[in-house]
């Protein structure tokens, strides 16, 4: 790929895993990475590949006025915008006509495509319009459209239709279980509830893509092997694994959609092998990027490139699927579980790869240690004062 020219940087907004993972992959590159999140505390904060800043006005209302203001300190001509939440999406798209004079976007030319692929109801009608199959669904947006649930079989899995929400995934048995999660969270409607597609973790399965104007330029494919919580939460352990049936479904998913930049969609084989769409990634990369990047697919780099017109018509990375990722910020322990399991320190017989672990970049790793550390000890402290207070009364 061509190098990058010395006028350009990118700008990262929201520096959880994700925004790590994208400024290690272009700085590595000879990117300078810039950062902007809530708060420089976080152990991602302290990697040496961007440089940071702290702003409190990051909140989908504010952010527009904030990245304005913060252009002024970033010393060079063309910065691209690399977002990594569904908000933030929706919050550069709804504004882009003010922030293109300032900013580069790689979807710069099919912003209102983007923002509405975040909406889950919109992936469930385009899904039926194309012939994918998407389990049942009803939206439902207040108390009484949860009579709707009775049209479909429980269990459920809801979902907030505009992520991301107070929840993540709910899976409920019960139509009173429906009622009493729009009572908890009604800020968060409306809900997208869909029936259940059974089946462990590591039938879901996903391909990620590098899209200009609905072509794909590049992809690979994975699955993932565990989550947290399990079958409704973030995926803690995934696997690259090569799968052409997913990558054809996903493909019919896009047809007919001129999308630009990081494309990922993710399926559910069913007990029959039935791959069922459980949602897309549109304009920005998935949190588990780094687990293409360690394939050899550098998608924030190819972003980047594609995004100042520096990239050829087509990538031709040589990609590997020896790699397998583990989140062990979200569930720290899910490594060493792996491979007590599997009686291997590289479990599935592949490389093991990490958020903060290795990259040449220490700093995020002895925060990340800090922090769980604290983190334990607060849990455990009134355990061991209790424990303490037991033995002197004996």
């Not at 708060?39 to 040496?48: C, I, Q, T, V």
């Not at 975040?118 to 009608?125: A, E, G, N």
């Not at 009484?144 to 459920?156: G, H, I, N, V």
Request: proline letters at 7%; one cysteine or more; glycine letters at 6%.
């Amino acid at each position: 790929m061509p190098e990058p020219k010395s006028d350009s940087a990118a700008l990262v907004v929201g520096l959880t895993i994700q925004g790590l993972a994208v400024a290690r992959a272009l700085a590595r590159k000879g990117v300078q990475v810039y950062a902007v999140d809530r708060s420089d505390k976080g152990p991602a904060a302290k990697s040496r590949y961007l440089t940071m800043f702290a702003r409190q006005g990051v909140n989908p209302e504010d952010l527009p006025d904030t990245l304005i203001a913060l252009r002024k300190h970033i010393p060079y001509h063309r910065v691209v915008l690399f977002p990594c939440s569904d908000k933030t999406v929706r919050a550069i798209a709804a504004n882009w006509d003010k922030l293109s004079k300032n900013y580069l976007l790689s979807w710069a030319d099919c912003t209102e495509l983007t923002a509405s692929f975040t909406y889950k109801s919109v992936v469930c009608r385009h899904a039926e319009k194309n012939g994918v199959a998407y389990p049942r669904a009803r939206i439902i947006a207040s108390l009484d459209d949860c009579k709707k649930a009775q049209e479909m079989q429980f269990p459920l899995i809801v979902k907030p239709d505009q992520p991301p929400a107070a929840f993540k995934t709910r899976k409920l048995t019960t139509l009173s279980q429906l009622y009493n999660l729009v009572k908890e969270f009604p800020d968060s409607l409306p809900f997208l509830a869909q029936e259940c597609v059974e089946g462990e973790d590591d039938r879901l399965q996903f391909c990620a893509f590098f899209m200009d104007k609905g072509l794909p330029l590049a992809d690979i494919t994975g699955r993932k092997q565990r989550s947290f919580p399990k079958g409704l939460g973030r995926g803690t352990i995934l696997e690259l694994f090569e799968d052409d049936q997913v990558r054809q479904h996903a493909l019919q998913f896009l047809k007919g959609l001129p999308l630009c930049g990081p494309v990922a969609v993710e399926f559910k084989r069913d007990n029959t092998g039935r791959l069922w769409l459980i949602e897309p990634t549109v304009g920005r990369t998935e949190y588990c990027v780094d687990v293409t990047v360690q394939g050899g697919l550098n998608l924030p780099y190819m972003e980047f490139c594609y995004t100042l017109r520096l990239a050829h018509e087509t990538f031709a990375p040589v990609l590997s699927h020896n790699v397998v990722w583990y989140d062990t910020e979200k569930e720290p322990l899910c490594y060493l579980l792996a491979c007590v399991r599997q009686r291997t320190l590289s479990p599935w017989g592949k490389n093991p790869y990490f958020p903060y672990y290795g990259h040449n970049d220490i700093h995020p790793l002895l925060s990340a240690f800090n922090n769980l550390m604290l983190q334990t000890f607060k849990k455990g402290y009134p355990w061991i004062i209790k424990r303490l207070k037991f033995k002197t009364k004996q």
